[in-house]
């Protein structure tokens, strides 16, 4: 980082094209072979000036329409709360502020993508609104989710309950709390966790914090053995941290 002039800085981030990340939190790179589970620094950048590329003609078809649809056309193109809120902090309080690539001379340049992009103080407006809008749409959707009932809950007789269910998709949140609709779905959840069977439940899924809710839940049907939809490995990581007729009791989510 440095200061060029009075109010003026750079910040220089050095991207080695050919270094392997990894795509999970964890991962040990060392012992993984280029291309599974990883991904070359190059091929992130490049990700990442595509999403900076796709805000830029998302500013540029709001100024002509007045609306933030270009932002939400542009989310599969890397566009998120993320990238709109970093460009956001270097474009307030800002005279001008540059975002310059330079590619490494050792690798062949990409073709047909931009290499400067410029924000001023007009682009705040709808990046806030932008920023505000993404994380609305990402906060809520309806989903069905099948999984492992490990906790029960009812705090008040005549009420539906809460649920935990442990999900078995690999995507998504690994564990979700489920508020029940209808207090007749609360026995389906008792069942299903006492004779460990799967459960398919659909609602509406919501994050507070660090816990992941799924409100107005309704139980879709009660699958077979929990032991016929589970990866091995997480087969035996649930058999060895039980015990025997104990529910779990609320625990921190992801």
């Known amino acids: 980082m440095g200061q060029t002039a009075a109010g003026s800085y750079i910040v220089t981030a050095y991207a080695p094209p050919h270094v392997a990340i990894p795509l999970k939190g964890g991962a040990d790179v060392e012992n993984q072979i280029v291309g599974v589970g ?7 950048t490049e990700a990442v000036v595509r999403s900076v590329e796709a805000t830029v003609e998302a500013l540029e078809h709001y100024r002509q ?9 542009g989310v599969a193109r890397g566009i998120s709360y993320e990238m709109t809120n970093a460009i956001l902090g270097m474009a307030v309080n800002s005279d001008e502020a540059d975002i310059v690539i330079e590619w490494d001379p050792t690798s062949p340049p990409p073709t047909g993508m931009e290499s400067h992009f410029t924000f001023t103080p007009p682009d705040i407006e709808p990046l806030s609104h932008a920023a505000v809008k993404l994380a609305e749409d990402q906060s809520s959707r309806s989903v069905s989710i099948m999984g492992r009932v490990h906790l ?37 959840a008792v069942r299903a966790h006492d004779d460990d069977l799967a459960l398919l439940v659909s609602g509406t899924l919501e994050k507070e914090g660090n816990l992941n809710w799924l409100y107005n839940a309704t139980v879709v049907r009660t699958l077979g053995s929990i032991s016929e939809y589970m990866a091995p490995k997480r ?11 104990q ?3 609320f625990d921190q989510e992801g």
Request: zero cysteines.
């Open 152 to 188: 029960l809950a009812k705090k008040e007789a005549g009420s539906p309950g809460v649920f935990g269910l442990e999900s078995f998709r690999s995507e998504g949140p690994k564990k979700v709390r489920v508020r029940l609709a209808n207090e007749s779905d609360y026995h389906l």
């Open 235 to 245: 087969r035996s990581r649930v058999r060895g941290d039980s015990i025997p007729g």
């Open 38 to 44: 990883t991904a070359q620094v190059r091929e992130v």
């Open 247 to 249: 529910t779990d009791v």
């Open 65 to 73: 329409n007045g609306s933030l649809a270009g932002f939400e056309d």
